[in-house]
């Protein structure tokens, strides 16, 4: 990246200063190594488009026990997490903020604010840790033992094995599902660990083929309420007088509220994808400039896919065949269309892909594992090398680097969850840790997002609404809309379903409290892990953790009109001694 004199100067003072020092150095990829606005948009598509359109639109036409009621939920849902995209910009554009060096001489008026806020990697804890700072540490241990055990797609993995052995004709045999979710796993974190920017293009390619599929289904199903056969009869027009009769789409609901707060979980996950490039923030081109807009539009453009899907698949099947089938509303759709065996192992293996699709996509979360120079560390990636080393011939171009330790540690918790439900049985184990990432991650964490945006807007905390760096349509409505569904969720899913309901435990076999107990439980145990960290080692050893962190931000592209971006932070970490208190006379 082409830098004004001033900012070199910076740089290489930086880089003189933690080589001299030994203090780690992270650096954010170069501008030709950065995420374009293409890239964002895969990223949300390919983490978006997986599991959830395909298995959930079944689940919650069961606990509903009506079509039009479902077809709300999933209307709901998108509003939920365009909601979301909306306030994680506000948060991700507006924070953290500096103070750069240029201005760090100049004189400033009483009350006039001299900071600029700079787009970082890292995603909500940057925002937790920025809104909730006191005591020190306590957000980042409560959010980093949650986020480290419990943010992984095993359940993604577990449900990408089933299809797969689906698709193979040897369906519910439990080893080799488990056996094929620990190498999906794996070679995910082996390509982003080795090729970078190879992970990147594999999740491009696969959002767009991910989106193709979705748009041939949403055709199909069209189609055949048109009239069309596929190989199977004209059972379109059956399906649409039955579901679409408006005076039986909304007939006979389920009154449970369990039931719709299950649905309405299920459904947020499925819309959950549009953090993901939040986590690499600091490494997409000109953030400020392009990245709300990419963001915003891709959860609008999801929105809309979600609910032509349900309406197409609705349009070749039947309320009642969904109610009396334990498959899935997208194999139901195909198996009606084109025959048991061929829509059963068909779309069984379309489902895989996507679902593939998404942990390929699970890029690292830089930034987010708290307290550890191990696993902050990027290292150059073995493709990098070998290029640099037999092939490149610019000798000054920065090497790819990949954050392997945090890969790492990414994986070996994903086994672990597999392991932990290796006693029960996948579809089990799929249903139990995707409604615990949903509820910890989405809606937990979640709720706390929302609500500290509306705390920074209402108690005019550092001038907030004036120095956003961007605002998002509607002022505070995307964030009272997220907390009020998240606070619906959180109270709600300890309620008893309705024994018919697909969340009952004569269904999953899982009492209806253990994913919400468990998802607070995890609080707890990051106060625990909070106080043996910030007390009990401090007085054990008699000293205290110092973590200083100097981020490096500069104009981008050299210009003096540039967006200020981190281009890298010095990080040190160390334990002093304890300063003995001095008694007053």
């Avoid at 819309?271 to 923030?281: A, H, M, N, R």
């Avoid at 619906?488 to 253990?514: E, N, W």
């Amino acid at each position: 990246m082409p830098l004004t004199q001033a900012d070199q100067q910076r740089v290489d003072e930086a880089e003189a200063e933690a080589e001299a020092a030994g203090k780690l150095l992270l650096r954010v990829p170069p501008e030709s190594q950065k995420l374009g606005a293409i890239t964002v948009v895969c990223l949300i598509l390919n983490r978006t488009i997986g599991s959830g359109i395909y298995v959930t639109p079944a689940i919650v036409l069961k606990a509903t026990n009506s079509v039009g009621t479902s077809l709300f939920l999933w209307a709901l849902g998108a509003v939920f997490g365009i909601s979301g995209v909306l306030v994680w910009s506000e948060l991700g554009l507006s924070i953290p903020k500096f103070r750069p060096a240029e201005q760090a001489l100049e004189p400033h008026r009483e009350g006039e604010d001299a900071f600029e806020s700079v787009p970082r990697s890292g995603g909500e804890k940057n925002y937790l840790e920025y809104i909730y700072k006191d005591p020190k540490f306590q957000t980042t241990c409560l959010y980093g033992l949650v986020f480290v055990v419990l943010g992984n797609l095993a359940g993604n993995a577990i449900a990408f094995g089933m299809y797969v052995t689906e698709a193979a004709g040897i369906p519910d045999n439990a080893p080799a599902i488990r056996g094929l979710a620990i190498a999906a796993l794996t070679v995910a974190c082996l390509l982003h660990a080795v090729w970078r920017r190879g992970g990147i293009i594999v999740n491009n390619v696969l959002a767009f083929i991910k989106v193709l599929t979705l748009v041939a289904i949403i055709c199909i199903g069209f189609a055949a309420a048109a009239g069309a056969s596929f190989g199977n009869g004209p059972v379109g027009k059956t399906a649409v007088a039955s579901n679409f009769d408006v005076h039986k789409s909304f007939s006979r609901p389920n009154h449970s509220v369990a039931n719709y707060s299950g649905s309405i979980l299920f459904i947020v996950y499925s819309y959950s994808g549009f953090k993901q490039p939040f986590y690499v923030l600091s490494e997409v081109s000109e953030p400020k400039k392009k990245f709300a807009k990419a963001a915003i539009g891709t959860m609008v453009f999801v929105g809309i896919l979600f609910i032509l899907a349900n309406i197409a698949y609705l349009c070749a099947v039947t309320q009642e065949q969904v109610l009396a089938s334990d498959l899935d509303m997208a194999t139901v759709f195909f198996e009606n269309l084109f025959g048991d065996e061929i829509g059963l192992r068909v779309m069984s293996g379309i489902i895989a892909f996507s679902i593939l699709g998404n942990i390929v996509q699970e890029i690292a979360k830089e930034g987010i594992l708290p307290f550890s120079l191990f696993f902050a560390r990027s290292t150059v990636t073995p493709y990098a090398w070998l290029k640099h080393r037999f092939w490149s011939s610019n000798v000054d171009e920065p090497l790819e680097q990949s954050p392997a330790a945090a890969l790492l540690l990414h994986w070996a918790f994903s086994i672990i969850m597999i392991a932990a439900t290796a006693s029960t049985p996948p579809i089990v184990a799929y249903r139990v840790l995707v409604s615990l990432y949903a509820y910890t991650l989405v809606v937990l964490v979640g709720f706390f997002v929302a609500i500290g945006v509306l705390l920074l807007r209402y108690s005019k905390r550092d001038n907030w609404i004036e120095n956003l760096g961007f605002s998002p349509w509607g002022g505070p409505t995307a964030a009272i809309i997220y907390s009020f569904v998240c606070a619906f969720l959180l109270i709600t899913l300890f309620l008893t379903p309705s024994p018919s309901s697909p969340f009952a435990f004569s269904t999953t076999g899982v009492q209806h409290y253990i994913v919400p107990t468990v998802g607070l439980g995890t609080l707890l145990l990051g106060y625990i892990y909070y106080i043996v960290f910030t007390k009990v080692i401090p007085w054990w050893r008699k000293k205290v953790l110092i973590v200083e962190r100097e981020p490096i931000i500069v104009r981008q592209g050299g210009r003096q009109d540039g967006e200020w971006v981190q281009i890298m932070e010095i990080v040190e970490f160390w334990w002093a001694a304890r300063q003995p208190a001095v008694k007053e006379a």
